[in-house]
C-alpha cells in the first residue's frame, strides 16, 4: 500500500483560485440544467393524481378510484399502463445518455445540454397536445431523451468549472435545480387541479417548455469548460478560460495538468473497454453501486408519488397535492444545507447522517401506516392527526435524502473520473440511474399492492446497506482537485490494490516527480 497523503503533505496540489462572480454566475446557469429533470419528477404524480387525467386517459384507474370497486387503498392505483406513462421516459433517457456521452467527448459539454433542452422542449409540447396515451408516451420518450443528454453533461460541467475548493457547492447546484423543479412542479399542480373545465393537467405538463428553455437559452451563452477545449485541441482558448473562472493569472501549473491528462485519455482509443481495465475498477464500482443505492432509497417513490401517496394515507385529492408542495419546500431547504456544508464536513459524513436519518423515518412510516392500514389496505377512519404525522415522518426522511445521497448521488461520481475515461464513465452512471428509477417507477405501484407497508421496510433495508458501503469502501473527496483524484483511490485500505503509482503518472507533471521520476510505464 502507497503512503501517499491527501489532506496533508507534498504530494496534494493546490492549485490558485478564487470563488468569482463569474464562475457562480456560470455555474448558476449551468445547473439550471436540473430544473428539467425536477420538473419532470413532480409534475408525474401531480397529474397521475388529477381525476381529469386519469378519467380521460386511463379511465379503470379513475373508476377504480371513485366507484369503490376496491376497498383496498394500496392497490387503487395499481396499473401497468399508468406506471408506463411514468417510466417510459427514464428508460429514454438510458439510453440517450449512452449517445450523449459520445457527443460530450467530441463536441463538448454545451452541445450535449442544448440537445437536452431541445428534446425535453419537443416532448413537452407533445405532452400537452396529447389526445391519447400513445401521444402521451411519445413525449414522455423525448422528454427522457433530454434528461440523458443534460444529466450526462451538467454535472461534468460543474466539477470541472469549480475550483476544487468549491466543487462540492458549485456542483450540488445542480441537485438545488432539481429540488426547485419538482417544488415548482408541485405548486402549479396544486394551481392547476383547480381550473374549471378540467384541462388543467395540459398547463402541468406543457409547463415543462420553460424549463427546456432556460437550459437551451443557457447553453448557447455558456462558455465550454477548459477540460473540454484542452480535449479538443483548443489549448490558448483554453488557457484563457481557465484564467478567467480562477479569477487569477497563476494558472500553468493546473493548466499543465489538464494537458497532461487530455494527453494521456488520447492514448485510448475506446475509452468503454477501458473502463474495464483493473486501475478503474474502484471507478466503475461507485459509477455504478452510487446511483443504484441512490435509487432503493425510496425517495423517488416519494417524489414521483406524492400526491398518489398522501392520497391513499387519508388525504383528499387538493390536500395530496398541497402536501407534495410542503415535501417540495423541504426539499429545497435541505438541498441548501448541503451547499453550505458539503465542503466542510465532507461527502462521508453527510452520506452517513442522511442514511441514520432516512432509516430511521422509513421505519416510522412503516409502522404508522402499518398500524392503521394493515395488509387489508382498509383504514376506516383515519384521523387527521395521524396522517400529519406521517407527512411529518415523510418530510423528514426528504430532508436527510436531500443533504445527503440527493447531491452526492451526482456530485461523487462526477468528480472521481479521470479526463480518459469521464465521458464514458459519467454515462455509465448516469444510465444506471435512470435504469433502477425506470424499474422503481415501473413497479412501484404494484409493490405497493402487494408488499403494503412492507414496501418501507423493504426500502429501510437497503438504507442499511448503502451506508455500510459508504463506511467501508467510499473514500473522503473533499478538497481533492479533480485532476488530482487518483490518489484518494492510492490510499484507501481496499482499492489501493487495484490502483498503483505507474497507473496514474500524469497526475504528476507540473511538479516534483517522485522517486524514480515520470515514464509511461
Not at 92 to 100: G, I, K, Q
Not at 174 to 199: D, R
Not at 208 to 213: D, G
Request: hydrophobic share 50%; with cysteine; charged share 15%.
Amino acid at each position: 500500500m502507497t503512503a501517499v497523503g491527501i489532506a496533508v503533505g507534498g504530494s496534494k496540489k493546490e492549485y490558485p483560485g478564487n470563488l468569482t462572480l463569474y464562475v457562480t454566475l456560470t455555474c448558476v446557469v449551468a445547473a439550471m440544467g436540473g430544473l428539467i429533470f425536477g420538473y419532470d419528477i413532480g409534475i408525474s404524480g401531480g397529474v397521475t393524481s388529477m381525476d381529469s387525467f386519469l378519467r380521460k386517459f386511463f379511465p379503470s384507474v379513475f373508476r377504480k378510484k371513485h366507484e369503490n370497486q376496491t376497498t383496498n387503498q394500496y392497490c387503487q392505483y395499481d396499473s401497468v399502463t399508468l406506471t408506463l406513462f411514468t417510466s417510459s421516459l427514464y428508460l429514454a433517457a438510458l439510453l440517450s445518455s449512452l449517445v450523449a456521452s459520445t457527443v460530450t467527448r467530441k463536441f463538448g459539454r454545451k452541445l450535449s445540454m442544448l440537445f437536452g433542452g431541445v428534446l425535453f422542449c419537443a416532448g413537452a409540447i407533445i405532452n400537452a397536445a396529447a389526445k391519447n396515451v400513445e401521444m402521451l408516451i411519445i413525449g414522455r420518450i423525448l422528454l427522457g431523451f433530454g434528461i440523458g443528454f443534460a444529466n450526462q453533461s451538467v454535472p461534468l460541467y460543474l466539477s470541472e468549472t469549480a475550483p476544487y475548493k468549491y466543487r462540492g457547492a458549485l456542483n450540488i447546484g445542480f441537485q438545488l435545480s432539481i429540488t426547485i423543479g419538482i417544488l415548482i412542479a408541485n405548486v402549479w399542480n396544486y394551481l392547476f387541479v383547480k381550473i374549471e373545465g378540467g384541462w388543467g393537467w395540459r398547463l402541468s405538463l406543457g409547463g415543462a417548455v420553460v424549463p427546456a428553455l432556460t437550459i437551451s437559452v443557457g447553453s448557447l451563452i455558456l462558455p465550454d469548460t477548459p477540460n473540454s477545449m484542452i480535449e479538443r485541441g483548443r489549448n490558448d482558448q483554453a488557457r484563457q478560460q481557465l484564467k478567467r473562472i480562477r479569477g487569477v493569472d497563476d494558472i500553468d501549473e493546473e493548466f499543465n495538468d489538464l494537458v497532461a491528462a487530455s494527453d494521456e485519455s488520447k492514448k485510448v482509443q475506446n475509452p468503454w473497454a477501458n473502463l474495464l481495465k483493473r486501475k478503474y475498477r474502484p471507478h466503475l464500482s461507485v459509477a455504478i453501486l452510487i446511483p443504484f443505492f441512490q435509487q432503493l432509497t425510496g425517495i423517488n417513490v416519494i417524489m414521483f408519488y406524492a400526491p398518489v401517496l398522501f392520497n391513499t394515507i387519508g388525504f383528499e385529492s387538493n390536500a395530496a397535492l398541497m402536501s407534495a408542495v410542503i415535501t417540495g419546500f423541504v426539499n429545497v431547504g435541505a438541498t441548501v444545507v448541503s451547499i453550505y456544508s458539503v465542503d466542510k464536513w465532507g461527502r462521508r459524513f453527510l452520506f452517513l447522517e442522511g442514511g441514520v436519518q432516512m432509516f430511521i423515518c422509513q421505519a416510522v412510516v412503516a409502522a404508522a401506516i402499518g398500524a392503521k392500514f394493515g395488509v387489508s389496505g382498509n383504514p376506516d377512519t383515519l384521523p387527521k392527526w395521524y396522517a400529519i404525522v406521517v407527512v411529518l415522518f415523510i418530510c423528514i426522511y426528504v430532508a436527510g435524502f436531500a443533504w445527503s445521497w440527493g447531491p452526492l448521488g451526482w456530485l461523487v461520481p462526477s468528480e472521481i473520473f479521470p479526463l480518459e475515461i469521464r465521458s464514458a464513465a459519467q454515462s455509465v452512471n448516469v444510465s444506471v440511474n435512470m435504469f433502477f428509477t425506470f424499474v422503481i417507477a415501473q413497479v412501484f405501484l404494484t409493490m405497493l399492492c402487494h408488499m403494503k407497508f412492507g414496501l418501507f421496510i423493504f426500502f429501510a433495508f437497503f438504507v442499511v446497506v448503502m451506508s455500510i458501503f459508504v463506511a467501508l469502501f467510499l473514500p473522503e473527496t473533499k478538497g481533492i482537485p479533480i485532476e488530482e483524484m487518483s490518489q484518494v483511490w492510492k490510499k484507501h485500505w481496499y482499492w489501493s490494490r487495484f490502483v498503483h503509482d505507474t497507473d496514474f503518472p500524469a497526475k504528476n507533471r507540473g511538479v516534483e516527480m517522485g522517486k524514480g521520476g515520470g515514464g509511461y510505464a
